[in-house]
Nanobody, 124 residues
Framework: QVQLVESGGGLVQAGGSLRLSCAASERTFSAYGMGWFRQAPGKEREFVAAITSSGGTTYYADSVKARFTISRDIAKNTVYLQMNSLKPEDTAVYYC?????????????????WGQGTQVTVSS
C-alpha cells in the first residue's frame, strides 16, 4: 500500500512563504507523476501543480503560476511545493497525490493515492 505523508503547512502572513513536502513510502515513486491539490472549506478540491515522473515537466494552475514551484527529489522519494507571495485565498488543506498514466493532469480522479493533507492558512 502506497503511503503519502505531507508536512510543512502552517499559519503565515500574506506575502510570506511556505514549503510543503510529501514523502512517499514506495520504491517505485520515481515511476509516477505527482500532483498537489487543495481544498478550501465549502469548495471543491482543485488542482494546484503537477510534475512528471522524471521531474522534467511541470504544470500549474493559473492562480499559482509564478508564485508556486513544484519539484521532486527521487533519492528521497519526496515531492515539494514551494509557495511564495502567499495570499489569503491560498488558504486551504493541501494534498499530494500519485498520478496514474493519463493526460488529464488537472482532474482529481486521475490520481490514485492521496496523502492526509496539511493545512495552510494565510492571514491578511
Amino acid at each position: 500500500q502506497v503511503q503519502l505523508v505531507e508536512s510543512g503547512g502552517g499559519l503565515v502572513q500574506a506575502g510570506g512563504s511556505l514549503r510543503l513536502s510529501c514523502a512517499a513510502s514506495e520504491r517505485t515513486f520515481s515511476a509516477y507523476g505527482m500532483g498537489w491539490f487543495r481544498q478550501a472549506p465549502g469548495k471543491e478540491r482543485e488542482f494546484v501543480a503537477a510534475i512528471t515522473s522524471s521531474g522534467g515537466t511541470t504544470y500549474y494552475a493559473d492562480s499559482v503560476k509564478a508564485r508556486f514551484t513544484i519539484s521532486r527529489d527521487i533519492a528521497k522519494n519526496t515531492v515539494y511545493l514551494q509557495m511564495n507571495s502567499l495570499k489569503p485565498e491560498d488558504t486551504a488543506v493541501y494534498y499530494c497525490a500519485r498520478k496514474r498514466p493519463s493526460a488529464q493532469i488537472m482532474v482529481p480522479t486521475t490520481y490514485d493515492f492521496w496523502g492526509q493533507g496539511t493545512q495552510v492558512t494565510v492571514s491578511s
